[in-house]
């Protein structure tokens, strides 16, 4: 009740604005609650990063330019921005992968996927006018909307997507097998950077109007003069919520596939779950007369749905009333004007909803780190390493020895074969502080997967 | 005309504005209703909240979020301000200056921070992370509450953010925080004060600025805050009075440890063999004495009773004679007994 009679005073200070799930804000508060509650942390600090998630990790300006560029378009107020050396913490390279996702902004449109049409992002009809004022921005060189998007869970594995899952894994793998510390500083920055970026992906679909086909939903006019446009729903939550007041997971979601984080058959993704739950501004029941025996209002999609019976003596308030879910969240406002029952959104509404669907947001998001990571190798030293896993299909294992400085060579390089537990063997070096073990293929699902281990040696 | 219809259209919609700015989502001034403006500029005042004394020398990191695009915007650089407060506590954080065309102003963000205490943030509470209320564009007030043992690094560091300032300010807390995440408290005494039921006293409330000023005469201000060389921790606090404009000798300064009476013991045995010129006195708490050298006084006081030992440091300027600084350690003195009454009835 104090956030939101908190909230409702900041929109009354600031009544409108913006685009996505805000990508320095909630995104990044996001992925932040999500590495807090995966076991990146331990990862880390298992692969040799021993301050983990608060392990001071660097990019050279001069090895990454785009991407320091990129990284200089955000506030470093959010936690994403690195010093002018290009170092900051493993968190902060998980949130600027969060941050960076809907850059350029043309990539923003291949965060929408409506699990009924299976479509992504289409430029909405918005008319004569507004298309022409769309042509004058072109013209004077402003971004112009794309007229479709790629489909968010084709987006995260997509090649033109530098933030892709293969990317991930590629730097991941060197951020183990590189042979300077400094090398596997770079390369596991990198990784976290697109893991930031596949989240943020993800994430994006706890918004209805993303999994509704409502893109008209991110053309509200919105304070700061013509240009100015995008998701009410999302910008209170960046109001609501921040980054730093994003909260923590519901719960940990598993699944066995990528594509299931987003949208199985059986309607267990985050967009099936979130489609099914809430309406979007341009997806509400239609206006409808009352005055049959049964109340039909006609619906964009079959759920969620009407009940039959609504309560008409508070929805003939000017304010209306509100239509819960089972669970008591608002799913619109209602009221009754000449005999008509009409729906909206307003920001009471929104903000339950975003109070409902971001710690389940976080879930998933921190389920789908937790998949990205999921691949753990065992180490065991007897006369030689012994390297196992279990779940792993055809791949291959490289075994590498780090010595007191720090730096790794590689003892050896086996491929593997599907089902075998134990994956090499390899002669245990005669000295060295630490040998680790870094596995590329596939698991038993055929996902591609990299899995990692570690083993202290002190000889 | 072409040109002409993107001129009308121009004209019409405004879509070629040169800078667009959202409405601020804080006041003006504190006693304002008006919004003020993202665009700037900025002042206030910092004080400690524990003593209501200003705080000098506080990072005031100020940060504009820039953004163009429409529908699907993407983030359009940052502009920064980094300054510090001064002698009295007060900042001030210029305008925002001149914008490419076609960016719009969504943000300000201010960030005050001084090692010893919790950073604030004009946007979110510490305590809660809930959304501030109470940020004022003109007229500022920010209280800085002392840092505690008990709070988390981790989120301390995730609050105050990024960037090259910050970073640099905050990276003796990284350590702390990565133990954390790996469920150890960080290494040293966790006595905890505050969550173990024990009353939670800091040197900053055994001392104040009119004490000394009764005593001593000065008639000039201190600008107070911990001392510099070490933070605030769960067993030891610090308070500094640089007098204003004078030189050291003016200066005023207090350390209190708190801990277990047998710990207490051997801190004290450690000031009488580290310190200078010290006599054995024994006038004030369990133990006491004075100690000198050059042109400062110092009076070390150990209770016993309570596991405190505390010392205090005086300019000769200020403390003009050793019984200044022997006063000013019995106010202290009585002041922590009455804060924190001695269950065991001692001395």
């Known amino acids: ?459 | 005309m072409v040109k002409f219809v993107a001129i009308s259209l121009c004209l019409l919609f405004a879509a070629c504005a040169e800078t667009s700015v959202r409405k601020a989502p804080f006041r003006v001034r504190p006693d304002a209703p008006q919004a003020g403006s993202l665009e700037g500029p900025f002042n206030g005042r910092v004080l400690d909240s524990t003593t209501h004394q200003p705080v000098a020398g506080a990072l005031v990191y100020g940060a504009w979020s820039l953004e163009r695009g429409a529908g699907l915007p993407e983030p359009a650089g940052a502009r920064e301000f980094v300054g510090s407060t001064d002698a009295a506590g007060y900042y001030k954080v210029p305008s925002l200056g001149s914008l490419p065309r076609g960016v719009r102003v969504t943000e300000f963000t201010l960030l005050v921070y001084k090692r010893g205490f919790i950073a604030y943030r004009s946007d979110r509470r510490f305590t809660d992370l809930g959304p501030r209320m109470d940020f004022a564009q003109d007229g500022n007030q920010v209280l800085l509450e002392r840092w505690r043992t008990e709070l988390s690094h981790s989120r301390h560091l995730r609050f105050v953010g990024s960037g090259t300032a910050v970073a640099a300010l905050t990276s003796w807390e990284l350590a702390d925080a990565s133990a954390e995440l790996d469920g150890k408290r960080p290494a040293g005494e966790d006595l905890r004060p505050g969550r173990t039921g024990e009353q939670y006293v800091v040197a900053a409330q055994l001392l104040t600025e009119g004490d000394i000023k009764a005593r001593t005469k000065y008639d000039g201000g201190f600008e107070t805050g911990p001392l510099s060389d070490e933070p605030d921790t769960a067993t030891y606090s610090s308070q500094h009075f640089k007098a204003l404009g004078r030189p050291e000798t003016w200066d005023v300064a207090i350390r209190m440890w708190r801990l277990d009476p047998g710990k207490a013991q051997e801190r004290y045995e450690e000031l009488l063999t580290q310190l200078p010129g010290i006599t054995e006195k024994d006038d004030v708490g369990s133990r006491s004495f004075i100690a000198s050298e050059g042109e400062i006084r110092g009076v070390g006081v150990l209770d016993a009773p309570r596991g405190t030992v505390f010392l205090i440091t005086c300019g000769s300027s200020q403390c003009t004679t050793a019984e200044d600084a022997s006063a000013l350690a019995k106010i202290v003195y009585d002041r922590l007994k009455a804060l924190v009454p001695n269950a065991g009835g001692g001395k």
């Open chain 1, 1 to 459: 009740m104090k956030r939101f009679a908190a909230v409702l005073a900041l929109l009354v200070a600031a009544p409108t604005t913006v685009g996505a799930w805000e990508p320095s804000s909630t995104h990044a508060g996001l992925t932040e609650q999500a590495a807090l509650a995966s076991r990146l942390h331990k990862r880390l600090v298992s692969l040799g990063f021993g301050g983990g998630l608060f392990e001071p990790m660097t990019i050279p300006p001069a090895d990454a330019p785009k991407l320091i560029e990129a990284l200089k378009l955000l506030s470093p107020t959010h936690g994403a921005v690195p010093d002018a050396r290009g170092r900051q913490v493993a968190l902060g390279w998980l949130a600027a992968g969060a941050a960076l996702a809907d850059v350029p902004s043309s990539h923003g449109a291949n965060h929408f996927f409506d699990p009924s049409t299976k479509r992504g992002w289409t430029d909405p009809d918005r008319g004569v006018i507004a298309a022409l004022g769309d042509k004058v921005r072109e013209a004077i060189g402003r971004a112009s909307l794309p007229s479709k998007g790629i489909p968010a869970p084709e987006w995260v594995t997509h090649k033109d997507n530098p933030f892709n899952v293969e990317n991930f894994h590629a730097q991941y793998v060197k951020a183990v097998s590189a042979a300077t510390p400094g090398e596997r500083s770079r390369h596991m920055a990198a990784a976290l950077v697109a893991a930031g970026a596949i989240l943020h992906t993800l994430g994006d679909l706890g918004a209805p109007s993303r999994v509704r086909g409502d893109s008209a939903a991110h053309l509200e006019p919105l304070g700061a003069g013509p240009d100015d446009l995008g998701s009410r729903f999302e910008r209170i939550a960046a109001l609501a919520y921040g980054r730093l007041g994003v909260p923590a997971p519901s719960r940990i979601v598993t699944r066995t596939r990528l594509r299931d984080f987003f949208s199985t058959a059986d309607g267990q993704g985050l967009a099936d779950l979130v489609a099914r739950t809430y309406f979007s501004p341009n997806t509400l029941p239609a206006n409808t007369r009352i005055g049959g025996k049964t109340f039909q209002p006609k619906l964009a999609r079959p759920q969620p749905t009407v009940p039959e019976r609504l309560n008409l003596m508070a929805a003939s308030r000017d304010e209306g009333t509100m239509l819960r879910d089972k669970a008591g969240t608002c799913l619109a406002r209602y009221r009754v004007e000449r005999g008509v029952v009409e729906f909206w959104l307003d920001d009471e509404c929104m903000l339950e909803q975003v109070t409902a669907v971001l710690p389940e947001v976080s879930a998933f998001e921190t389920g789908l780190l937790e998949f990205l990571l999921r691949g753990e190798l065992q180490l065991h030293l007897t006369d030689s390493v012994v390297v196992s896993g279990a779940g792993l299909g055809p791949g291959t294992v490289e075994v590498l020895v780090e010595d007191g400085r720090g730096v790794r060579t590689k003892l050896a390089s086996v491929d593997t074969k599907p089902g075998q537990t134990e994956l090499a063997r390899v002669a245990a070096p005669a000295s060295g502080a630490r040998v680790v073990a870094v596995y590329r293929g596939t698991d038993a699902q055929g996902e591609p997967i990299v899995a990692v281990g570690a083993m202290p040696l002190g000889r």
